[in-house]
């Protein structure tokens, strides 16, 4: 069964730093590419970064470029997002996904991120 | 970045009833778009990819179609557990990017 556990959400304050991981199981990690998905409360869903299978390559959405860095440790089957400069609009429930064709097949179960003084 | 909108923004439907919901994309691309579906509390499940494929375990009432900037998803008879948000998403470029959503409601 595959299974995307998640850890590390919390609340910060504004300016602050958090960083989320998301640990599989079931499938073979190092063969994805893996991406992480965010939904603001009572809104939509928004792709923020991917990364490829071997970690050499990363793309950002405009919101977060600069600010977030997506990593991943495939000898631990594990996915990071380190998140900087946090502002009270990346509160969010954030998502660890599985995304080898684009699409999301596989999530975890989610991460609430608030960012609040 | 390719824009998706979805209608309607809510979709009011007996059981039974068949649900027909858009996603019109702002660039023309062949076929890659998926479905989702999200109910409260959970995390979005894959119902279609590819615009027609289904995703595994997905029942066969739930059907998608469509290329270029049109695109379908129909649920032929819906079932109780089908009232939720069902969103599309693009798959052909980055940033992927997502439509804002339909609702489909107990009429």
């Known amino acids: 069964e595959v299974q995307l556990v998640q850890s590390g959400g919390g609340l910060v304050q504004p300016g602050g730093s958090l960083r989320l991981s998301c640990t599989a199981s079931g499938f073979i990690f190092s063969s994805h590419w893996m991406t992480w998905v965010r939904q603001a409360p009572g809104k939509g869903l928004e792709w923020l970064a991917d990364i490829s299978q071997d970690g050499s390559e990363t793309a950002y959405v405009d919101s977060v470029q600069g600010r977030f860095t997506i990593s991943r440790d495939n000898a631990k089957n594990s996915l990071f997002l380190q998140m900087n400069s946090l502002r009270a609009e990346d509160t969010a429930v954030y998502y660890c996904?599985?995304?080898?064709?684009?699409?999301?097949?596989?999530w975890g179960q989610g991460a609430l991120v608030t960012v609040a003084s | 970045e390719i824009v998706m909108t979805q209608s309607p923004v809510t979709l009011s439907v007996s059981p039974g009833e068949r649900a027909t919901l858009s996603c019109t994309a702002s660039?023309?691309?062949?076929?890659?778009l998926a479905w989702y579906q999200q109910k409260p509390g959970q995390a979005p499940r894959l119902l279609i990819y590819?615009?027609?494929s289904r995703a595994t375990g997905i029942p066969a009432r739930f059907s998608g179609s469509g290329s270029g900037t049109e695109f379908t998803l129909t649920i032929s008879s819906l079932q109780s557990e089908d009232f939720a948000v069902y969103y599309c998403q693009q798959h052909n470029s980055r940033p992927r990017t997502f439509g804002q959503g339909t609702k489909v409601e107990i009429k």
């Open positions: 590819g615009a027609s």
């Open positions: 996904v599985d995304s080898s064709s684009g699409f999301f097949n596989y």
């Open positions: 660039q023309t691309f062949r076929s890659d």
